[in-house]
């Protein structure tokens, strides 16, 4: 089986500040993996690499098969890799609904995707009126999660999932994010939770299989 994505001796730095020193992951198609570490270990440098927003100074990056290195993050996210990046990314004074119609590919089936986005947080149904930024953190992210089920991408990368929410609605995003791979999407997750663990940790554990930690140089 061909993996959805490869990390090859993967480095990155800011200017003489490097801040990757040799990353190598592979993941399935279909699975969660887990990237913990203390803040400043590199997580989010991963995700700008994975997502083209950040050449790495040495290695590879493969997506399903092809070597996508130094590829500009709009060719990637034509190509099918969403990317959830830290802050949720929403706009404050549009509504969720408007937020997902904007995220609908160009094809029929615009009623059947809104279904499955509420269908999956029926608390979003409940405010596809209210203007984004009047919600809670939760709901936010809910809404972020929402808008990649618009695309059903092969792969899907998050960051800081849990960032600051409560425990019941990140066992909520954990859950969706374990469905959305059961139907065909690979997740890569970015965590801030330290090596020790911590309760924050555990919901993740359940979630995915495979952990890779990232240390601090």
Partial sequence: MTTILELLDIRAAYGQIEVLHGIDVSVEPGKVLAVLGPNGAG??????????????????VIIAGTDVTGVSGDALARAGLCVIQEGRGIFPRLTVEEHLRLAMPRRRGGSELLARAYEH?????????????????????????????????????????????????????????????????????????????????????????????????
């Fill in 43 to 60: 997580k989010t440098t991963l995700v700008r690499v994975i997502s083209g927003l950040l050449r790495p100074t040495h290695g590879r």
């Fill in 121 to 217: 947080f029926p608390r979003l149904a409940e405010r596809k009126r209210q203007v984004a930024g009047t919600m809670s953190g939760g709901e936010q992210q809910m809404l972020a999660l929402s808008r990649a089920l618009m695309w059903n991408p092969p792969l899907l990368i998050i960051d800081e999932l849990s960032m600051g929410l409560a425990p019941k609605v990140v066992q909520t995003l954990y859950e969706t994010v374990q469905t959305l791979a059961a139907a065909g999407t690979t997740a890569r997750r970015g965590r801030a939770d330290r090596l020790s663990g911590g309760h924050r940790a555990r919901p993740g554990r359940a979630v995915s299989r495979r952990r890779h930690f990232i240390r601090e140089e």
